[in-house]
């Protein structure tokens, strides 16, 4: 079992940057694939980004791509995703994910272990 706690979260102006962390335990965080998704009000829950076990292999959704940044460091159980260029589009409450398994999956469904998400605000 892992748990999962996202922070990092608040509001900024567009065109402004945050650091959202995940600080994972209970768990071997190395065989777990991680991913970041976001749910804006009104809208399904939509895949963000996913890192393989050990940070090798990273995939992003294209409305992100160039902007955010997936990472982990496993030795502090921590996943990160840098989020850059905002936009008030990018205004969700995002949430850490994670997959038994060495790779991630754009399909949250996939994903065993959610986190209680941490709200993103941005504004024009």
């Known amino acids: 079992q892992v748990q999962l706690v996202e922070s990092g979260g608040g509001l900024v102006q567009a065109g402004g940057s945050l650091r959202l962390s995940c600080a994972a335990s209970g768990s071997t965080f190395t065989t777990y694939a991680m991913g970041w998704f976001r749910q804006a009000p009104g809208k399904e829950r939509e895949f963000v980004a996913g890192?393989?076990?050990?940070?090798?292999?990273?995939t992003y959704a294209d409305s992100v791509k160039g902007r955010f940044t997936i990472s982990r460091d496993n030795a502090k159980n921590m996943v990160y995703l840098q989020i850059n260029s905002l936009k008030p589009e990018d205004t969700a409450v995002y949430y850490c994910?994670?997959?038994?398994?060495?790779?991630?999956?754009?399909?949250?469904?996939?994903?065993?272990?959610w986190g209680q998400g941490t709200q993103v605000t941005v504004s024009s």
């Open positions: 890192i393989s076990w050990n940070g090798s292999k990273t």
């Open positions: 994910a994670a997959r038994q398994g060495p790779y991630y999956s754009t399909v949250g469904n996939n994903y065993n272990y």
